[in-house]
């Protein structure tokens, strides 16, 4: 069984820093796109960022310039250091994987963590 964990939320004022992680785990063998998604309350849930299994990175727009994602394939393992946090970031991120595992070819997600930038 595969499981995608993420650490790394919480709470940080305004201005300030977080790196969330996803772990990804079990029988996998091939792990393609890993991306970052979030969804505030009240909002649809959005991309955040995206990297491929060779480093290409995507952003949302409003990130670009303060977030970056990279990836770790020896550990299965995706990062999204936030830097100059804004409250407008505030939401519930999850990480995405598609990857091949027992099951073949399938997208798995993160339980979520939240992240609360506030002053």
């Known amino acids: 069984q595969v499981q995608l964990v993420e650490s790394g939320g919480g709470w940080v004022q305004t201005g300030g820093s977080l790196r969330l992680s996803c772990a990804a785990s079990?029988?996998?063998?091939?792990?393609?796109?890993m991306a970052w998604y979030r969804q505030a309350p009240g909002k649809q849930r959005e991309l955040v960022a995206a990297?491929?299994?060779?480093?290409?990175?995507n952003y949302a727009d409003s990130v670009k310039g303060r977030f970056t994602i990279s990836r770790d394939n020896t550990k299965n393992t995706v990062y999204l250091q936030m830097n100059s946090l804004k409250s407008e970031d505030t939401a519930v991120y999850s990480c995405?994987?598609?990857?091949?595992?027992?099951?073949?070819?399938?997208?798995?997600w993160g339980q979520g963590t939240q992240v609360t930038v506030s002053s």
């Open positions: 990297i491929t299994r060779d480093g290409t990175t």
């Open positions: 995405n994987a598609n990857l091949y595992g027992g099951l073949g070819w399938r997208d798995y």
């Open positions: 079990g029988r996998i063998f091939r792990v393609d796109t």
